[in-house]
């Protein structure tokens, strides 16, 4: 009866040099079908595949034949070797098995899927983690940061935004993903914050709204979350697209502030 052990890896090649070191057999003597040859997916990131392939393990039945007492130590301790070889393959199946769970952790794919990007985009960058109540934080330091953040922060969204995508495909609840880069988001915060209460407070003293030009979704919502419990202002968004105006508008039933 035939044994077969499974390998995986990037692509066939390298799965079928898996298979000869882990089992000790020469690539001439491995006997292998392949089951998938794999796919890179899309940058690397999303949908990618490993190549799969199954070897048939040799017979370890003795050959009946006649050989000086030193061959037959050599064939002993070969057979050893491959099925210690073959043992520890199995162990390692099994583990991948028991582990399956953790290679589904939203913060190892988050991770994994965040250092492929960032290292395409620039060298020397590092991710720390912190995981609060609702989301994920990843904090990127090093690099490029200008270039990882890009013009008010597009870039930093658009790879927030993928991030968040392969974090959350075929997953049942949605994990919240934050990631910022040299505190950029923080700072970017307090300005904003300042900005609106110094915008608002113009608003009632003529009584005429005023706009913040040019804006993404992050920052809107930083705007009106810092206005929202103003009684003399409110805040509107303004605009088609992915930047949008923010407008501060008086409230009709407010009294104009006095000089």
Known sequence: MSHF?????????????????E???????????????????????????KARIRVTLPDPSPKVVFETSNKKQEN????EQI???VASQIEILQDKGEDHHRVDDPVDIGREALQKIIDLITAGATISIEQRSNRIVFNVTGGNSAVL????GQTLEAIQYL??????????GRVGIHI??????EKRRINLQGLALRMAEKVKSTGKPAAIGQMNAHDRRIVHIALQDDSMVRTQSRGEGFL???????KKNSSRKQK
């Open 5 to 21: 052990v499974e390998f995986e890896d990037k692509n066939v090649e390298m799965a079928v040099k898996k298979a000869c070191e």
């Open 23 to 49: 089992l000790n057999i020469p690539l001439e003597k491995l006997k292998h079908d392949v089951i998938s040859y794999g796919s890179t997916g899309i940058f690397g990131l999303v949908g990618t595949k």
């Open 76 to 79: 002993k301790n070969s057979s």
């Open 83 to 85: 099925s210690g070889s």
């Open 149 to 152: 953040i890009g013009k008010q």
């Open 163 to 172: 991030v968040e995508k392969i974090v959350n495909k075929n997953r049942k």
């Open 180 to 185: 910022d880069v040299e505190g950029y988001l």
């Open 244 to 250: 949008k105006k923010l407008v501060i508008f008086p």
